[in-house]
Nanobody, 126 residues
Framework: QVQLVESGGGLVQAGGSLSLSCIASGRSFSNHVISWFRQAPGQEREFVANIRWTSGITNVANSVKGRFIISRERGKNTVILQMNGLKPEDTALYYC???????????????????WGQGTQVTVSS
């Protein structure tokens, strides 16, 4: 059973930083991609960033490019999203997701992902 467990969310002032972690378990994640998505109330789930497990190649959404950094710790099956320069519009429930690497999952297509964590709330105050 694939499990993804997020942690690290919280409340932070605009301009501050948070680090989110996703611990993945249940299978080998070779040839998989692990992504972060976010969803604000009343809005569609939005791609944030992902990383290909084996190669470490990343894809980052334009909305967070230059502020957020995604990385992995292979020995710990952990993906980290370091969020810097946070803005109120970053407020959302942040989800970790994983699936086999395909053109669609690499591109961050929400509907292509089968495995999801429970989400961790990030709130940025102005």
């Amino acid at each position: 059973q694939v499990q993804l467990v997020e942690s690290g969310g919280g409340l932070v002032q605009a301009g501050g930083s948070l680090s989110l972690s996703c611990i993945a378990s249940g299978r080998s994640f070779s040839n998989h991609v692990i992504s972060w998505f976010r969803q604000a109330p009343g809005q569609e789930r939005e791609f944030v960033a992902n990383i290909r497990w084996t190669s470490g190649i990343t894809n980052v959404a334009n909305s967070v490019k230059g502020r957020f950094i995604i990385s992995r710790e292979r020995g710990k099956n952990t993906v980290i999203l370091q969020m810097n320069g946070l803005k109120p519009e970053d407020t959302a429930l942040y989800y970790c997701a994983a699936d086999r690497a395909t053109d669609q999952t690499i591109a961050g297509q929400v509907l292509a992902y089968s495995y999801w964590g429970q989400g961790t709330q990030v709130t940025v105050s102005s």
